[in-house]
């Protein structure tokens, strides 16, 4: 079932009620959402869009809609789920939370992967609550492990990284393709569910791409130049060496030299922590202390109208 909350970013206030405590509004549609499941805003449309797989009547992976977001009547949208892609094969239970990946927002499209679709990237127009001209594009190299808590993205510019559980791809939204002299290719270590993130230079310019494993306290990363694609060592003094509760579910996000993740321990009640680091200096943001944001945590995202 999929599920859209909606709070007052300035005050938390819910912005809907249903009653019985209830805030978030219910989609009719049978759906499951992915591990990282976000959801896009058009203002033109006052609708919310989310990636998510479909069940029933028909078996899809594709793009839901709820309307009237800004309303006190939030509603399925009059076309609820656009399909882009059907996975041949029946998708059931929690299958379809694990066959379904992490969006990324570039401009107003929206590109996904989904283990079930094969090698694949998806997109959906936002602009003309479509499937992008041509799509699924095809990304079949590098190949590797491929499933649901593999399948993330980062957009950098222009690109979408992506990975595949030990290899790193890269693809070119202006040419639809993957991206010219780049690489990619084996780390040698599978990042399990891990997020992808920028090294950065002093100046917040990327220099390298990174995939982020997943395994606690044994936690590894494996970079890779976004000049060329080759692979190289990840920089000196990660983040990761402040806290053993070494969690990735999504917890990673870059704001110009900085870069915030999120730890969560490796044990109920699951206390998870953000800490900061920045690349200009190569040591913690200063003035930041470790926010403590209660108990199982799974992602953090910078504030696109306010990054400090």
């Known amino acids: 079932t999929l599920y859209l909350d909606c709070h007052n970013s300035k005050t938390g206030a819910a912005c809907w009620d249903f009653g019985g405590g209830r805030t978030a509004f219910q989609s009719s ?48 949208c009059d076309t609820p789920f656009v399909s882009l892609r059907q996975p041949g094969y029946g998708i059931s239970g929690a299958w379809g939370a694990y066959g379904t990946g992490e969006g990324v927002r570039v401009g107003d499209r929206v590109y996904s992967r989904a283990a079930r679709s094969g090698e694949n990237l998806l997109c959906f127009d936002l602009s003309t609550a479509a499937a992008c001209p041509s799509q699924p594009y095809n990304i079949g190299s590098p190949t ?91 920089a000196t003094n990660q983040p990761f060496v402040f806290s053993a509760q070494a ?35 190569a040591a913690a943001c200063a003035g930041f202390t470790e926010a403590q944001i209660g108990n199982g945590g799974y992602t953090v995202i910078v504030d696109p109208t306010d990054p400090t």
């Open 29 to 76: 549609g049978a759906y499951y959402t992915p591990w990282q499941s976000t959801g896009y805003y058009m203002p033109t449309t006052d609708s919310v869009w989310t990636f998510v797989g479909r069940n029933s009547p028909t078996n899809a992976f594709g793009m839901a809609c709820i309307k009237n977001v800004s309303t006190g009547t939030p509603a399925d």
């Open 144 to 234: 590797g492990v491929n499933n649901g808590g593999n399948n993330r993205l980062l957009a950098s510019g222009n690109r979408v990284y992506f990975s595949t559980g030990n290899a790193l791809g890269c693809f070119d939204t202006t040419t639809n393709a993957l991206c010219a002299g780049f690489a990619g290719g084996s780390g040698g270590t599978t990042y399990a569910a891990g997020a992808l993130y920028l090294v950065t230079d002093a100046g917040g310019t990327a220099t390298k791409v990174c995939a982020y494993g997943t395994n606690y306290a044994n936690s590894s990363a494996g970079c890779w130049k976004v000049s060329d694609g080759t692979a190289t060592t990840p």
């Open 247 to 281: 969690e990735g579910w999504g917890a990673i996000a870059n704001a110009g030299s900085k870069l915030y993740y999120l730890a969560m321990a490796s044990s109920a009640p699951y206390a998870t922590t953000v800490w900061c680091w920045d690349y200009a200096t």
